[in-house]
């Protein structure tokens, strides 16, 4: 019996699964099968649970608590019952962001770029939170700048530009801000074999020749960030070149301990700039194995007396690695490197964010123009990037940039062309989707790249119902104590099961509790729309999460109604246990009855215009010659019009077939004059319906008038009071044009004539002229002439 139990939950749970698989496009609140309130209300932002304890029919399961608000409210439950938070958000701190000059002297840390500052954000699942964020370029905001410089024997002359750096960079920077302080770093390479050369004449110099060279090392910190240009150039001026074996250099150990050991190099939380000097390539993770180096680099600071101590001990950084560490670090690097190298450094700016490439001449010389140009090139650019988000949390950004430009997806991040003074806004939107696992989550940060300033948030989450704060452990209405009554049902305790925690998971089927479960008369298990549990019947649910079984035996639903127009109960009514219970103002069995009246008000504001019933939202015409919407159109009734011209042209005019009967005939109305047609009344300055008309009299002449029915009875006409006849023919005119007519066809027919009798006498002249040329006489000789000599030959003359 145990197996039987095993198998029938394995084939509810398969059934379960395919039905949610099935109808993933549904509603996603009864999709989630929720068992308590908090379950419900991470489905989605639409769900709420209904905490009415009578709110459910027999047959449907606790889950049927849970839907979408509007469904509930149309099930029966009232507003008031139903549990649905909204998430909401609190502005911890609020600075504005900072206006002010080069005149107004301020601290860093009393400069505000970035506003609001901290929020305190609760999130519904499924129901995003939006704020805004603005970023304002502080102006005359301080710079740090860190010149990295590699001082392999390749950048000998290099080395000699940059010893007067600091003064003139110094005098340019001030141009931008009147804050600036400049330090100074050097690297090599790693001290271990093959990236030098460990005998010991070449630990005390590396170069060749008559060179002299410092020892190689990998990096050193000679000057630790100040305002005083001229220090800068002593102890840049004292340093010397070293040397190495191979072309890549060990720049990124020097770039991680520049951004790692902040107390050292002497970093403030302002605008960060870190250059970069090299003419050669780098070394990265993994080609530590070189020289026998396997261990990860640990990312933390090892400087003792300025020097890096661990390049023997940790391989290269990785340029992930480097990213992160300078995006915690708000460092912003100026890549200046020779033209040979260019391509290879421009790949890693992309990869690096925050990061510009300038190209380095042969001998440094251009190095102040590079650092300006890529300075102003990173601050016109504002990025903002977040921490990592807990599981099921996800942020959307939209930047609202200059001149209306609005940034969305993955580019909503970004404003460009950012200049000193410039304020922009980003709409950020966070939403989630359940609730995180982890209790203790560590607040989200959001900043833009490069900047110290940051959005700090603290989220929460609505996990549970209010609801659930009042519910009542063990309680007795959950079969003696057997789970938590709370938010008007059971949360049954771990093992039981049924809608008042009833049964034992462990319990069996029994025939009397199938018994139970058989309607009378009935051999069918719950009328094979269910299960029994516990001796009673929980309905299955059906692909289409809005199709329900209920009842007892699970023998209503609320899908198999009568149809109208395709739709069930018409879409004007609920289908309840086979039938409709219609909407007001809804009957008939399909609910496609309306009882709505306004429909069948005719123009004259009577219903069916007094000739009929308004049956369903039409009229009925009791008259079956009129027909229509409202009974106003009749096919076959003699015209209005037609029907009142005898007695309106005899009351008007005194003319007419009646005008001898008029008043005996035609006294059921009322006649009104008015002097043209223009004054005749218009049908949408009445309150009721006008027909004009046009009829001719006995003079065929033609009278206009209106005719109307007023308050149902009096019938009024207003009729023009001088009818229009028409007009004699000029017969002058018309003798004029018949004798020009006769002129212009005699003219016509003589120029006809004319025209053919030339066409005839060219066609004869042209024959005689063929004829004559075809004659075949001679021109010399009379051709009536004939000679008087006449020849006879003898036939018996032989010639002798």
Request: hydrophobic content about 30%.
């Amino acid at each position: 019996m145990e197996q039987h139990m095993d198998l029938r939950l394995i084939l509810m749970t398969f059934g379960l699964f395919f039905c949610c698989h099935a109808s993933k496009e549904g509603n996603e609140c009864i999709n989630a099968n929720a068992k308590y309130c908090g379950e419900c209300i991470q489905a989605g932002a639409k769900c709420g649970w209904c905490t009415d304890p009578n709110f459910l029919k027999q047959g449907e399961t606790v889950s049927s608590r849970c839907d979408e608000v509007e469904s509930l409210i149309k099930r029966g439950c009232n507003l008031t019952l139903i549990e649905n938070p909204v998430g909401k958000q609190r502005v911890l701190k609020n600075i504005p962001v900072t206006n002010r000059g080069k005149n107004k002297k301020l601290k860093p840390e009393e400069i505000t770029q970035i506003q609001p500052q901290k929020l305190d954000i609760t999130l519904r699942s499924g129901e995003p939170q939006s704020f805004n964020l603005t970023f304002k370029r502080a102006e005359d905001y301080p710079i740090d700048l860190y010149y990295l410089m590699d001082l392999s024997y390749s950048m000998k002359d290099d080395l000699e530009n940059v010893k007067n750096l600091g003064t003139s960079l110094m005098l340019e920077m001030t141009k931008i801000t009147s804050d600036f302080r400049i330090g100074f770093g050097s690297f090599v390479e790693k001290t271990v074999m093959p990236y030098i050369s460990t005998t010991p004449a070449k630990l005390l110099n590396p170069c060749t020749g008559d060179q002299t060279c410092t020892s190689p090392f990998s990096y050193k910190n000679v000057l630790k960030l100040t305002s005083n240009g001229s220090l800068f150039n002593t102890l840049v001026g004292q340093q010397h070149i070293s040397g190495n074996l191979d072309s890549p250099e060990g720049g990124f150990d020097a770039i991680m301990q520049v951004a790692v050991c902040g107390d050292q190099i002497g970093w403030r939380n302002v605008t960060r700039l870190l250059v970069f000097s090299t003419d050669a390539g780098f070394h990265f993770a993994g080609d530590g194995k070189l020289g026998g180096i396997v261990l990860p680099n640990d990312g933390k600071c090892h400087l003792e007396n300025n020097i890096y101590t661990m390049s023997h001990y940790y391989d290269y950084p990785s340029i992930a690695h480097l990213v992160q560490k300078l995006s915690d670090n708000n460092i912003q690097t100026i890549f200046a490197v020779t033209e040979e190298f260019q391509p290879v450094y421009q790949e890693l700016k992309n990869l690096i964010p925050k990061s510009a490439v300038g190209t380095l001449s042969a001998n440094s010389s251009n190095v102040i123009n590079l650092i300006v140009d890529a300075y102003n090139s990173l601050s016109s650019e504002v990025i903002l990037e977040n921490s990592k988000l807990p599981d099921g949390v996800t942020i959307a950004y939209t930047a609202h940039c200059k001149n209306g430009v609005v940034n969305e997806g993955e580019n909503g991040r970004k404003c460009s062309n950012i200049s000193i003074g410039d304020e922009v806004k980003f709409s950020i939107s966070i939403t989630s989707k359940g609730c995180p696992t982890k209790t203790k989550l560590k607040p989200i940060k959001i900043k833009p790249l490069g900047f110290t300033e940051e959005l700090e948030i603290h989220l929460n989450f609505i996990c549970e119902c209010e609801c659930h704060k009042k519910g009542i452990k063990d309680s007795p209405d959950c079969h003696f104590g057997n789970g938590t009554y709370e938010c008007g049902a059971c949360r049954c305790n771990e093992g039981r099961v049924g809608r008042n925690c009833e049964c034992s998971s462990n319990e069996i089927s029994t025939e009397d509790m199938d018994l139970a479960c058989r309607n009378k008369n009935s051999t069918d298990i719950c009328s094979n729309n269910g299960e029994c549990v516990c001796g009673k019947c929980e309905c299955k649910t059906r692909e289409n999460p809005n199709e329900r079984y209920s009842g007892k035996y699970c023998e209503c639903d609320n899908f198999n109604c009568d149809r109208s127009g395709n739709l069930l109960c018409g879409g004007h009514g609920r289908c309840e246990c086979g039938k409709c219970v219609c909407d007001p103002m809804w009957s008939e069995s399909a609910c496609d009855c309306s009882l709505d009246k306004s429909t069948c008000l005719a123009s004259n504001k009577q219903e069916c215009n007094g000739r009929g019933t308004c049956k369903c939202g039409s009229c009925k015409c009791t008259d079956p010659k009129f027909q229509g919407p409202t009974c106003e159109t009749c096919p076959t009734c003699p015209g209005v019009c037609a029907e009142h011209k005898e007695c309106v042209e005899c009351k008007a005019f005194g003319t007419g077939e009646k005008k001898d009967t008029c008043q005996q005939e035609c006294s059921d109305f009322n006649l009104i004059e008015v002097k043209s047609r223009d004054k005749l009344p218009q049908p949408h300055e009445t309150p009721y319906p006008v027909m004009h008309c046009k009829e001719r009299d006995a003079n065929d002449c033609w009278f206009y008038y209106t005719y109307a029915v007023k308050n149902k009875t009096e019938k009024v006409v207003h009729v023009v009071e001088k009818p229009e006849c028409p007009t004699g023919p000029d017969i002058v005119p018309i003798v004029i044009g018949v004798v020009v007519g006769i002129v212009l066809i005699g003219l016509a027919l003589l120029f006809i004539w004319k025209l053919l009798m030339i066409i005839h006498d060219r066609r004869e002249f042209a024959k005689f002229e063929k004829e004559k040329m075809n004659a075949k006489w001679d021109t010399g000789e009379n051709p009536i002439y004939k000679s008087a000599v006449t020849t006879v030959v003898n036939p018996k003359y032989e010639g002798k």
